[in-house]
């Protein structure tokens, strides 16, 4: 064996005896180690950097010596020349095995490393995409043999890269010809290659190009569009923009953007255009804010609910808006962007959706899924994403339920009196003293309590205009915790109270929050018809987790975690308060932010996510809560504040504040008993 | 054995043994008997009807009573009643195995039926389209098993006819779930499943859709396109219809063409937006002539060379202009037909390009391949598709050679003085009587002789206007019969050849054909430039020809078929005066009309045939007559008029006659003299 050496690659352990002489490329590919290379180990793409460890490795019984590999070569020298080789770096394609040799592969030369998905929970995600570039050196023609330039270009694919069954969109065959010739028939092929195997050709560059690909994740919400500007090489997010969610002029939540479309005539045209609008102004601002040439965005991945998902593929959701809410399609799809009229990118782009759930249940939901994984979860996780409808999924690795609940716009700011949507200006965060009913509140753009010296000065700018979803979640909350409300959500009279900030409105009371009048500024009270508001969306909310929790016959959860934008906002604890969710331990409830979002990234940066989830969307058990009775009656059950208490001792206190008084004051809380 | 009987298939002889109760539709199916069913056995597509043969069948040692078939039910009563079922027939879904049968299934009812392709050949092709109606009954949505609408449809195309994979272009997700709806769960599906296995659902009806489905058959040539529209369920033409090549305006032939391409920017682009126009002009006539609804066009199948190929697929034909001649794509194509632009037709309709052979051998070559099948002649047979470049193929069941030879439009009756086109009014036919040199000739339009009474009356409209292609063969291959041309091509003078219809004209001197000036008509005359122009042609036709016997050492061919519209006109006779082909017997020269139309009619009406022309297309063995140095010999030798007499004794006594006079008698014929 005085021939061959061993050669030991780490981080990933793999070893192997080679021949003398065998380039550290061609030992890690037979060896299944995950080391890149675009050009195909032809020096030129510099993505194959290894560093060779010399000295001795007990653990491995090996000393290195520093001949080991062979010197550095004429390439290597003219690549640290012009582009500079880390110190210790060689190129994996020139460097050659002279004898027993450690090898590591930086990060950055893995083709499918490991990468940070997101910053709090260092959650990981595996790097293959499906977009590829592939350098080939493609046969000249001959007339002898007459195959086309794509037949040769077909088959050096084959031989350099073993990848078969290329398709190719006949605008390629156009530009074919004179790019093999400027490139000498050297050329840069991207290449997307999909979860299911099929191998289409987005783009081919002459000769060796080293430009880089980039990939849109799109969360399309009913309210606002966000997407994340991904590398596709590392997966880092360059850019993350959002916009509002044109649609809104033809309704604010979805079932009255259903309705648009069935009562005017291509309403649901006007509402597809106006969507795919959006999504091309918005690729076009978040490459121009990273610097990238929108052009360079090959691959688009959205989650949406269906009723976006339907208008964004131009189908009218009508019959998503009555019952048995038939999806035109639930399975994910892939198809080019252009299908879409997305032209603001890269004109082969392609564009993936993911799975929808059920006709409530969408690829969002879907896409928490993929981020959550609860289908891999020890413990028995509640995951509910909050927003116009709530997604609510329920299980552990033996079984994932999930259901959707209408729990209506109150929760974003939406029919609240002086609701507002998250925007500066919009109280975010309350707190009222249980003695004086006093309350103090922070605006989103300022990190100042309004009590705290400077306030003013900070909000002049964009003033005090009304309460967004997770501030009207933390003042009702406020308010029962203060003896404002009694359990059934009725708010008492300033003499009930003892406060002057409740005043008499029509039968009923508010509590006025702010008072702007004297400056110009608006009134901002909670009415009791916004206490009505909120009670039905938690309600909601909570039966729906309720019904998934009967299907399960459990009673309580291990933990809950908050998605959606709007639940990186809410307060655990006002939550609880409320009775949003379920019964569990304060800290056992936390917020997974945009998981839809993430959810898509992971599905953009991984192709097996994408067989993942559309194997397991498959297995998730759907429940329907429009047809469950059981669902009224844990609606009807859950309309106190709270009804769980055993996870939050000081509310122990709050439900012994008299509720007896207000019982009596207002027709509206007596009729609102009987329904109970 | 008391509860099955034997049941015995014509004409496929297909036989077994089915209890009793069997429907015949479905015994069929497990035989592998070819009998139709849109419907899957509802008795609603009435396509499997069949007829049950009662009394004696001492073949098959069988009697089969009246009684072998189950009664006629309510369905077929009501379809007798409604549409009439002819005498005889039974629904194949509704009559049921009672007892011993023989049962014929008539050729209506075979999908794969055999059909007459061309009327003078009797040669069939089996019908097997790649689109097909498929009536399903869908599952309808439920919520507790949420499934899309498209994916219940594919789950009862699977169960109902085992197809699986269907892909669908998302315009028809737009259209699913009302059609669904309309159809209450019932639709007809038209799917393309083509040789590669891919199905491809191209439109739904609701409810069983009782539309025809048509292809078109389009041989797109330089100078012509021409198509044929197809019933797609029986293969008949309904109609047939052509059109001048509008690209003619950029250049009369292929190099022209393509040298406008490289000349003007945008030029191929102009180019390539001509033709398509042109064919969906030629779409919309030929479904109108024929009282079908374009829309109802579904499949297109193109043959063409490959200049045309190119710029109908918009490619810049640059390179098939200069050596290599490289083709962008040599490979077939299967594509929407909307990608280039055809949207005359069904918005979905599929277009399939047969493959190209060489840079200068295009798919009409494959298509003629495809039609004449050299590849299982026995003989060795010599195939000639004669137009602006002569395409040639030569070879028998073990080996097949093609080559393309540039013949120029001489045949075309371009670059010859008194040429034309063939229409109404050019001169088709001549004969020269050999003792007083006086003519005869025929014109387009009408089928008297010159010298035949009312010939002038029966041209009055047309006029006399030129002489067409076939016409310039017969009139150059009859002068050198009447002793007016000697063997070298020269002209001689009216006291050498006896006759005053040789006028002087410059150095040499042309044969008057026809005077029409007294009443206001063209002179139409042979010149040395015609014989000259004719001689190049033909003599590059021989020599390709020749090149590819020398390839297969051979020294004569068994039959020459003249194939292409042109070859459909051209006398052998006078094809073999001329030299035009190589030394055959007279009689084993056939035309075979337009052969690449009838090879993409071919594989129109039958996907098997597109993998055998493709599989086919790669054995083809190419020889490049431009880089052939016996290519170029082989031309010079060829130059005499004729040069090859074996099989034509008439000939022998021809080149007897003088040519010594005539050598001396033009510096024209002497150049050309010492060239040889």
């Known amino acids: 064996m005085a021939d061959d050496a061993l050669v030991i690659f780490t981080p990933s352990g793999k070893r192997g005896r080679f021949a003398h002489g065998t380039p550290v490329l061609t030992a890690a590919r037979q060896l299944g180690v995950d080391l890149d290379s675009v050009c195909g180990g032809r020096g030129i793409c510099s993505k194959c950097q290894i560093t060779p460890g010399y000295g001795e490795f007990p653990k491995h019984g090996l000393h290195v010596s520093e001949t080991a590999l062979s010197e550095w070569n004429e390439v290597e020298a003219r690549y640290d020349r012009i582009r500079g080789l880390k110190e210790g770096r060689r190129l994996g394609c020139q460097a050659k095995i002279m004898g027993d040799v450690v090898i590591d592969v930086p990060p950055e030369s893995q083709v499918h490393r490991q990468v940070i998905r997101k910053a709090a929970t260092a959650q990981v995600m595996i790097m293959d995409p499906a977009t590829h570039a592939y350098y080939v050196e493609v046969a000249e023609p001959d007339m002898h043999e007459p195959s086309g330039d794509f037949q040769r270009l077909e088959a050096a694919m084959k031989e350099q890269w073993q990848i078969e069954g290329l398709e190719a969109y006949p605008v390629l065959l156009r530009r074919l010809q004179p790019i093999l010739r400027k490139g000498e028939w050297k050329v840069t092929v991207i290449l997307y290659k999909d979860h299911h195997g099929k191998a289409r050709i987005l783009d081919i560059h002459p000769g060796f190009w ?33 916009l509002m969610n044109p649609q809104i002029r033809f309704g604010e939540d979805l079932m009255s953007r259903v309705s648009y479309a069935m009562m005017n005539a291509g309403g649901d045209v006007e509402m597809t255009k106006a969507v795919r609008a959006a999504i091309n102004d918005l690729a076009t601002t978040i490459a121009t804010e990273a610097g990238v040439n929108p052009r360079q965005i090959v691959e688009t991945v959205f989650v949406c609910n269906p009723v976006m998902h339907h208008l964004l593929l131009g189908i009218d959701p009508v019959e998503l808006g009555q019952a048995p809410f038939a999806l035109a399609t639930s399975e994910s799809l892939s198809i080019p962007a252009r299908d879409l009229e997305l032209d603001a990118i890269h004109e082969n782009a392609r564009l993936y959706i993911l799975p929808c759930i059920a006709g409530h249940v969408g690829a969002d939901c879907a896409a928490v899924a993929l981020a959550e994984e609860p289908n891999k979860s020890e413990d028995m996780v509640l995951i509910v994403d909050v927003g116009t409808n709530a997604e609510i999924l329920l299980g552990n690795k033996d079984r994932v339920l999930a259901c959707s ?33 006093e309350p103090r509140f922070r605006v989103i753009g300022s990190d100042l309590w309004s009590t705290d010296p400077g306030f003013a000065e900070a909000t002049a700018q964009t003033g005090i205009t009304g309460i967004c979803g997770s501030g009207i979640i933390e003042v009702v909350a406020e308010m029962r915790m203060a003896g404002l409300l009694d359990p059934s959500g009725l708010i008492g009279s300033a003499e009930q109270a003892g406060t002057a900030r409740l005043v008499p409105q029509g039968r009923t009371h508010a509590y006025v929050l702010h008072d702007g009048t ?7 009270t909670v009415t009791q018809g916004d206490i009505r508001a909120i009670q039905l969306a938690k309600s909601a909310l909570y039966a729906g987790a309720r019904l998934l929790m009967d299907e399960l016959q459990i009673e309580t959860v291990d933990r809950i975690v908050l998605a959606g934008a709007f639940g990186a906002h809410i307060s655990p604890k006002h939550a ?35 067989a993942a989830i559309e194997a397991e969307v498959l297995r998730i058990h759907k429940v329907e809560t429009a047809i469950e009775p059981r669902f009224q009656e844990h609606f009807v059950a859950a309309n106190a504040i709270p009804h769980a208490t055993a996870h939050f001792p000081e509310l122990a206190k709050i439900v012994t504040l008299p509720d007896v008084g207000f019982n009596t004051s207002g027709t509206e809380g007596g009729r609102r008993r009987r329904r109970g």
């Open 518 to 524: 004297a400056t110009g500024g608006p009134l901002i």
């Open 405 to 437: 609940s209408p729990t209506g716009p109150a929760f974003e700011g939406a029919q609240i009196s002086s609701g507002q949507r998250a925007a500066p200006g919009a109280i975010e965060r309350v707190e009222i003293d249980p003695v004086t009913k």
């Open 576 to 610: 609880m308060v409320l009775g949003m969710i379920p019964d569990c331990p304060l800290d056992k409830v936390t917020s997974a932010g945009n998981a839809a979002g993430t959810g898509a990234r992971i599905a953009l940066c991984d192709i097996s996510a994408r």
């Open 210 to 242: 080293e430009g880089r690909l980039y990939g849109l994740a799109i969360d399309l919400g009913s309210t606002t569009i966000a997407a994340h500007l991904c590398d596709l090489r590392n997966g880092n997010v360059l850019a993350s923009s959002g």
